[in-house]
């Protein structure tokens, strides 16, 4: 009795070895999950923790990190465990807690990314709507992460640590963390894992229905803002002038330097004198007087004028030869073209257009952030529904599975089934992905992170290997 007892447990434990040789690259790639989803997650629910501005949108992603840290501290090794000793599970609460852990926290992700999606749709299609507070973001994380514990809870009743043949030998027993076998539970069993699938498809539609919503409400707004853009810009840099004043000041602003070729009302011309070495007689000079009273008269009316209108212009030089360049056209320079209410007028137009334009640049900034986040949380979406599909089809496979899947499966195939019935874990393995690709800020931060850790170390060994060589140099 006690010989056949030591033989069947040594035969036990013989098979037990080979089977974890046989799913050794599953351990190893859950090993990889493992260390790459904690490492990651930890960085996520510290970055968008403690290192940017708080809102809603942030505490869903912080709230999805801890269940992903959750998962990936509990779940995963008591997978590496139940993988290890695939025919000798040891303990009834780890197998127990494995299961449960493994629904809450796949229920907890798969609400709060729906809340994460209803908060996107409000925001996108619904913006002057009450949106979602960071108070009540807290509530709906609350609330979510209660019903989540209420749709896991049933697995700490239907798992169980179950008698299983090995069909390498016969008439041996093994011992494996599964559903119960016993008749009168495979109802509610089969209940429970109905209900479990429906509420997965039931988010999977939320979803897929709410980023559609979202995708042609973001398109809209694209092609609604490059039009307003383009009104906005003809509008602005383009103003038919109104008045002579503003034609001046439109083509002075080019050509600050103008030669006239024929002096206006609203001009000074410059008065030509001619310069003699002798003095003329005194019916020259009457007649000259003459002409300088009415040249003055002229010149009077015309400063009238000009100070009506508040053009003022100033001569470049004066010329003192006039039989030599009779034909010199006179030269001006603006010194000032505007009047007060037409300055006033310029400065108000500049300032409406920058007004514009920072307007213009804050909606484009807006713009961008609401569509790299909803691409972000789309793919985080994408990620979770794909990693869900063929453990749900599995799981429906063994459901109705008359037999043992280890008793019909080979080696390579029980490797694959093992692979895809826990393809669930990739969730919490790319999310941190996900978000160094689509936030520059998160990718920076994790990279200052790992060169401050980086650096300490060799800070370290360069203080080590210091005090080695003083050492040794005191020794000789």
Avoid at 368 to 380: D, E, F, G, N, P
């Amino acid at each position: 009795m006690n010989n056949s007892t030591t033989f069947t447990s040594y035969h036990l434990h013989q098979i037990n070895d080979e089977m974890a040789i046989n799913v050794l690259p599953v351990i190893l790639l859950i090993c990889i999950y493992m260390f790459v989803g904690l490492f990651g997650n930890l960085l996520v629910a510290y970055y968008y923790g403690c290192f940017v501005k708080p809102s809603p949108s942030y505490y869903f992603i912080v709230a999805m990190a801890i269940y992903d840290i959750f998962l990936c501290c509990v779940s995963m090794p008591l997978e590496i465990v139940d993988l290890r000793f695939s025919y000798n599970f040891p303990s009834v609460i780890a197998c127990k807690i494995l299961r449960f852990v493994n629904y809450f926290s796949s229920t907890a992700s798969g609400l709060v990314l729906i809340a994460v999606a209803v908060d996107r749709y409000r925001k996108v299609c619904q913006p002057f709507k009450t949106q979602i507070t960071m108070k009540t973001a807290k509530i709906i994380i609350g609330v979510l992460c209660f019903a989540s514990v209420c749709i896991a809870w049933p697995a700490l009743v239907i798992y169980d640590i179950n008698v299983v043949n090995i069909s390498s030998a016969p008439g041996l027993n093994g011992y494996d963390c599964t559903t119960i076998r016993n008749k009168e539970y495979k109802v509610y069993i089969s209940i429970y894992n109905g209900v479990c699938f429906l509420i997965f498809i039931g988010c999977i539609t939320t979803l897929i229905v709410l980023y559609i919503l979202i995708g042609k409400k973001l398109c809209h707004l694209k092609k609604f803002r490059f039009s307003a853009t383009a009104r906005k810009s003809a509008n602005v840099n383009y103003t038919p002038p109104t008045s002579e004043s503003e034609i001046y000041a439109n083509f002075r602003r080019f050509k600050p330097v103008v030669y006239a070729k024929q002096p206006k009302s609203t001009f000074i011309p410059l008065l030509q004198i001619k310069e003699t070495n002798s003095l003329s007689d005194s019916t020259a000079q009457q007649s000259n007087k003459k002409t300088n009273a009415i040249k003055s008269t002229n010149i009077e009316n015309k400063v009238h004028e000009t100070s009506q209108s508040k053009e003022i212009v100033t001569p470049l030089h004066y010329k003192n030869e006039i039989s030599s360049q009779a034909n010199q056209e006179p030269k001006w320079l603006y010194t000032s073209d505007l009047s007060d209410s037409d300055s006033d007028t310029r400065g108000t137009k500049l300032k409406k257009k920058r007004s514009i334009l920072h307007r213009r640049k804050k909606i484009r900034e807006q713009y961008i952030h609401l569509r790299k986040y909803t691409l972000l949380m789309l793919s985080v979406s994408m990620a979770f529904i794909l990693s869900f599909l063929p453990y749900l089809g599995l799981m429906t496979w063994r459901t109705l599975a008359l037999k043992y899947e280890r008793e019909i499966l080979s080696k390579v195939e029980l490797i694959l089934f093992n692979i895809f019935l826990r393809s669930w874990m990739l969730s919490s393995v790319v999310n941190p992905i996900i978000y160094g690709f689509f936030n520059a800020d998160f990718s920076t931060f994790v990279c200052g992170r790992l060169r401050r850790i980086l650096c300490s170390q060799c800070v370290k060994q360069a203080d080590v290997d210091n005090e080695t060589r003083i050492e040794s140099s005191h020794t000789f």
